[in-house]
């Protein structure tokens, strides 16, 4: 009866990645070229909103359970500059972790893996299962219930970024952007792009 808007999560993560980056290059590391382009679209779609010099490298391992292509794909972005990551390949996120950690750098987990130490994380998209599962049940008691797929995200509390309270504090800067553009995504006025399409017809600033 559920899916998610993980380019909600996906967005939020690239917004972030764009104002920490400090050379203005992120790194985006999926599984498969064409597969979970939410999440791609979703990234990039943040990080334009966020700062518009940052550029997205993008690579792919081609499998869901191969840490050492993982490692491999992020040596080859760190060599173009890129010093914030985003994963979305699964166990490739290990290696990946591997190597932003001897170099130094940062990385956001999506919800396909999200166990990087919280010494390289700053955040993780997070998916609040218990709210999903209470809406439904909510529908069910008051009629409501929607027999086709309830596409849920960050309106309905269930996609949300969870920051690394390491690296971030209630009332910084870029956690009341943050704030703002969940309520713009909420109320509808911020529609985030899923697909290249959309992507390359997007525009959105923060207040």
């Known amino acids: 009866s559920i899916t998610f808007k993980n380019e909600e999560g996906a967005f939020l993560s690239g917004y972030l990645a764009a104002k920490s980056t400090k050379t203005n290059v992120l790194g985006y590391i999926g599984a498969y070229e064409n597969k979970n382009q939410d999440y791609e679209y979703g990234f990039m779609s943040g990080a334009k909103a966020a700062n518009a010099n940052v550029k997205v490298e ?8 191969d840490a050492q292509a993982g490692s491999k794909i992020a040596e080859e972005l760190v060599s173009k500059k890129a010093d914030v990551f985003f ?4 166990a490739g996120a290990i290696g990946v972790d591997n190597v932003i950690r001897e170099k130094g750098l ?3 987990d999506s919800d396909l893996y999200n166990k990087s130490d919280n010494e390289i994380k700053l955040g993780e998209i997070y998916k609040n299962y218990k709210n999903a599962a209470m809406s439904i049940c909510d529908s069910v008691i008051f009629e409501s219930f929607n027999k086709n797929v309830n596409n849920l995200g960050v309106g309905d509390s269930v ?5 690394n309270p390491n690296f971030y504090k209630e009332g910084d800067s870029v956690t009341l952007e943050l704030e703002e553009c969940k309520k713009d995504i909420a109320t509808g006025a911020l529609k985030v792009p899923k697909d290249n399409k959309s992507f390359e017809t997007f525009k959105y600033k923060t207040k």
């Open 58 to 65: 993008k690579a792919f391992t081609n499998s869901y359970i």
């Open 159 to 163: 996609v949300n970024l969870k920051l």
């Open 87 to 90: 994963t979305v390949c699964g």
């Open 106 to 108: 940062k990385v956001i």
